[in-house]
């Protein structure tokens, strides 16, 4: 690897945490710090407040070989390093504007505490344009002899896979005014084998936006396809797979169902919409993906509905809650919304998630939630299934058949061959396939 860098990581959320922790398994000096105290003292103690695989080894071996520690004294931190990264949220406010606060605030203790020059790295995602303002800010806060150049270096990593993403990134883009500056930051990821792109600021800000907001238009445009093959009697895999063959489209990001959720394709989609709007574009293709992604889920609900009749007083069995397998996220989770609607309509929800079971009981405590799959699925009249979570692929479904009511199943994320369940004797109904 190269030389050992001294960096602070500013926001202990999913990006810092794990590219704190990643950074200093490359050989870096790391301190990841964060304002909130309860969270720094539970990191403090090993623990770690996400769900995230092979996080906590990852901590741990790296905080007893010195190289991370954590903190809530943000202005020492920022103090002891040379690199600042930026990682704190930037939700979307009601207006539909990225909220820039928690970014702004820490511009300011970086500009109150920085004694020496330093380069600042914008991890948080935020709208084109953002990189310049905070230099700006600096600019105008900092002592005049102190130099702070602020790169941006958009994170790609994706919840459950963040440690194998940050490890083997498709590419690290560096976008940078101050080409030292950039050149800095791409000298932190010499260990890693990747293609290294860089790019002025505002088109680093906006590869982030653009391949999110891609990626979730892959996965509308699957949907209404899969729309399309339930009205013509066509198997919506068969279709992705023929699709996905060629090069040019490719195989991942065209798996039907009911939607994409998470922090971070919604909030992106409608924030780049929202920042074409501020520059006068009407950026008609997200409009639709958004559209069709909240139409995807009533879609759903209306599929329930039409398969178990009068849902009044029926015992429904939700399997998987998490907005996608090997998370403990709930943010914008397609079951949510989807719980929410079959119960006012009367449904008796008995819900079942490998991980995130306590935080839905936090966050809807009239939901009983289930920790063994075959509790959740004792005398249901329907099955829906909302997450493909591997220890939902592999329950004993000859056990399941006999502990139901009736066998019907929902699946919202296709998780299985049509012929085997209904060699097992359920009616299986799913997204963009016959039944
Ligand atoms: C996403 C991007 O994939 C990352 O590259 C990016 O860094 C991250 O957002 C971010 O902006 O921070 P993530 O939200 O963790 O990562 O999850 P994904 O694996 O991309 O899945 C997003 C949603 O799309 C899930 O609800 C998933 O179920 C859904 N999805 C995905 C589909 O419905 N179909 C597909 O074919 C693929």
Redo the contacts with the bound molecule.
């Keep these: 690897m190269g030389e050992a860098a001294r960096i602070t990581v500013i926001g202990t959320g999913y990006?810092g945490l794990v590219s704190g922790a990643c950074l200093a398994e490359m050989g870096h000096q790391v301190i990841c710090a964060d304002q909130a105290e309860w969270k720094v003292a539970r990191l403090q103690q090993g623990e770690i407040p996400i769900y995230e695989p092979g996080l906590k080894e990852l901590v741990a071996t790296n905080v007893s070989a010195n190289r991370l520690s954590f903190t809530s004294h943000i202005g020492g931190a920022i103090r002891s390093s040379d690199i600042i990264i930026i990682a704190v949220g930037t939700p979307t406010q009601d207006n539909g504007d990225v909220d820039m606060s928690q970014v702004n605030n820490v511009l300011t203790c970086i500009a109150a505490n920085a004694v020496t020059s330093k380069t600042i790295v914008m991890k948080s995602?935020v709208p084109v344009g953002s990189g310049s303002l905070a230099e700006q800010h600096l600019r105008l806060l900092a002592a005049s002899h102190i130099h702070l150049p602020v790169v941006s270096n958009p994170?790609?990593?994706?919840?459950?896979s963040a440690i194998w993403d940050t490890f083997h990134p498709d590419r690290i883009v560096i976008g940078a005014k101050d080409p030292e500056a950039g050149i800095r930051i791409a000298r932190l990821h010499a260990s890693l084998r990747a293609e290294v792109l860089h790019t002025d600021r505002e088109s680093a800000e906006l590869i982030k936006y653009a391949?999110?907001a891609f990626?979730a238009t892959k996965?509308s445009f699957i949907n209404e396809m899969a729309n399309v093959c339930e009205k013509v009697g066509a198997n919506i895999s068969l279709v992705a797979k023929g699709m996905g063959l060629d090069r040019r489209i490719g195989p991942h990001?065209?798996?039907a169902?009911v939607?994409?959720?998470?922090?971070?394709?919604p909030k992106?989609t409608k924030a780049q919409l929202k920042l074409a709007q501020n520059v006068d574009y009407d950026f008609q293709i997200l409009r639709a993906v958004i559209d069709v992604n909240r139409l995807q889920r009533e879609r759903f609900v209306t599929k329930i509905e039409r398969e178990v009749g009068c849902l009044s007083g029926k015992r429904i069995a939700v399997l998987g809650l998490a907005?996608?397998p090997n998370t403990d996220d709930l943010r914008d989770a397609p079951a949510l919304d989807i719980i929410s609607a079959l119960q006012q309509q009367g449904a008796l929800i008995q819900a079942y998630d490998p991980a995130a079971a306590e935080l839905v009981m936090e966050r809807m405590p009239d939901v009983p939630v289930f920790t063994d799959p075959y509790e959740a699925l004792d005398e249901v009249d329907a099955i829906v299934i909302t997450t493909e979570w591997e220890a939902i692929r592999s329950l004993n479904w000859r056990l399941v058949r006999s502990l139901v009511k009736a066998p019907l199943i929902v699946d919202g994320r296709n998780m299985f061959e049509p012929v085997e369940m209904s060699q097992l004797g359920f009616t299986y109904v799913s997204v963009g396939r016959e039944t």
């Design positions: 990006v995602t994170e790609f990593l994706r919840e459950g391949s999110n990626l996965i990001f065209l798996q169902g939607g994409y959720g998470g922090s971070c394709f992106d907005f996608k």
